[in-house]
């Protein structure tokens, strides 16, 4: 029972934390400023970790490689405590365990693009006229605008946001599938 606390907490924090990490390196991509509360706030909770590794991880074409980086370190972390508190000794599955890592972040990251596209379509239904529907709008644009060239409106809905939710979906499925066959429990 305490293992299965102790997973749930350590999955909820490491989660929370490296969608906050992978979003910092997103709103870097999409140019959205420094001075809304979203960024603020995302800027606040990362720096401690992300500063550093700035000094010795530059940006480059745009690209924020250092929140990056420690979203990948982040996810190391992760996966060897949930390695650990399942009773496995992770150096015996070493590089097993990068691999997982990564498969972690892509997780993270496409748990953010569902979070982000569910809250977006909220907003526009209940308040679109919302501080926060700009920002919204401009994180999940780039996934969004090439499905609206495809997917026709119907009676005026948009439906690009359900078809994105399924493509990430599957994707989420294909990525926990290979997660849990190479460590044998789920991340």
């Given at each position: 029972m305490f293992g299965e606390i102790a997973r749930?907490?350590?999955n909820t924090?490491?989660?929370l934390f490296g969608a906050v990490l992978i979003?910092?390196?997103w709103l870097q991509v999409v140019r959205l400023p420094p001075y809304n509360p979203v960024s603020n706030g995302v800027l606040q909770a990362?720096?401690?970790l992300?500063?550093?590794?700035?000094r010795v991880i530059p940006g480059t074409?745009?690209?924020?490689?250092?929140?990056?980086?420690a979203a990948l370190l982040t996810a190391i972390v992760y996966?060897?405590?949930?390695?650990?508190t399942s009773g496995v000794d992770p150096l015996s599955i070493m590089p097993v365990l990068l691999i997982v890592a990564l498969l972690t972040l892509l997780k993270w990251a496409l748990n953010l693009i569902i979070w982000l596209t569910i809250l977006m379509a909220l907003l526009s239904w209940l308040n679109p006229r919302s501080p926060a529907m700009p920002i919204l709008h401009q994180l999940t644009a780039p996934f969004l605008n090439p499905l609206r060239r495809f997917v026709p409106q119907v009676g005026g809905i948009d439906l690009s946001p359900i078809v994105l939710f399924v493509i990430v979906?599957?994707?989420l499925m294909i990525v926990t599938r290979a997660a849990v066959s190479l460590t044998l429990f789920g991340i």
């Amino acid at each position: 029972m305490f293992g299965e606390i102790a997973r749930f907490l350590l999955n909820t924090v490491f989660t929370l934390f490296g969608a906050v990490l992978i979003l910092r390196a997103w709103l870097q991509v999409v140019r959205l400023p420094p001075y809304n509360p979203v960024s603020n706030g995302v800027l606040q909770a990362t720096n401690w970790l992300v500063l550093p590794l700035r000094r010795v991880i530059p940006g480059t074409r745009g690209i924020d490689w250092a929140s990056i980086v420690a979203a990948l370190l982040t996810a190391i972390v992760y996966v060897v405590l949930m390695v650990v508190t399942s009773g496995v000794d992770p150096l015996s599955i070493m590089p097993v365990l990068l691999i997982v890592a990564l498969l972690t972040l892509l997780k993270w990251a496409l748990n953010l693009i569902i979070w982000l596209t569910i809250l977006m379509a909220l907003l526009s239904w209940l308040n679109p006229r919302s501080p926060a529907m700009p920002i919204l709008h401009q994180l999940t644009a780039p996934f969004l605008n090439p499905l609206r060239r495809f997917v026709p409106q119907v009676g005026g809905i948009d439906l690009s946001p359900i078809v994105l939710f399924v493509i990430v979906q599957v994707l989420l499925m294909i990525v926990t599938r290979a997660a849990v066959s190479l460590t044998l429990f789920g991340i």
